[in-house]
Nanobody
Framework: QVQLVESGGGLVQAGGSLRLSCAAS????????MAWFRQAPGKEREFVAA????????YYADSVKGRFTISRDNAKNTVYLQMNSLKPEDTAVYYC??????????????????WGQGTQVTVSS
């Protein structure tokens, strides 16, 4: 497993942007599929975006498609989530997740074994 530490959350007005970062420990970061999930109060944790190991294919929830971009820098052991055109409904704790050589992206939290502590994103209207 890898250790994950998120950063970059905060308070932003609707229509604004934030970039989340997730730094991973270990030397085999490139062999992990990385993902972002989020959880709003009283709601279940939901998939936001994922980027596969090796070929870096990306996947997005319909609710963020066209607004959010996931990327990774294997040299820095870091995955990013660029969030543009933020909406109040994007308010949640955002979690970084990792799974070794995960190839089938089912957009479910149970597929990921390593998690960060989360970072709060609040979008005001």
């Amino acid at each position: 497993q890898v250790q994950l530490v998120e950063s970059g959350g905060g308070l932003v007005q609707a229509g604004g942007s934030l970039r989340l970062s997730c730094a991973a420990s270990g030397r085999t970061f490139s062999t992990y599929t990385m993902a972002w999930f989020r959880q709003a109060p009283g709601k279940e944790r939901e998939f936001v975006a994922a980027i596969k190991w090796a070929i870096s294919s990306t996947y997005y929830a319909d609710s963020v498609k066209g607004r959010f971009t996931i990327s990774r820098d294997n040299a820095k052991n870091t995955v990013y989530l660029q969030m543009n055109s933020l909406k109040p409904e994007d308010t949640a704790v955002y979690y970084c997740a990792a799974e070794f050589k995960l190839s089938l992206i089912r957009q479910t939290a149970i597929d990921f074994g390593s998690w960060g502590q989360g970072t709060q994103v609040t979008v005001s209207s």
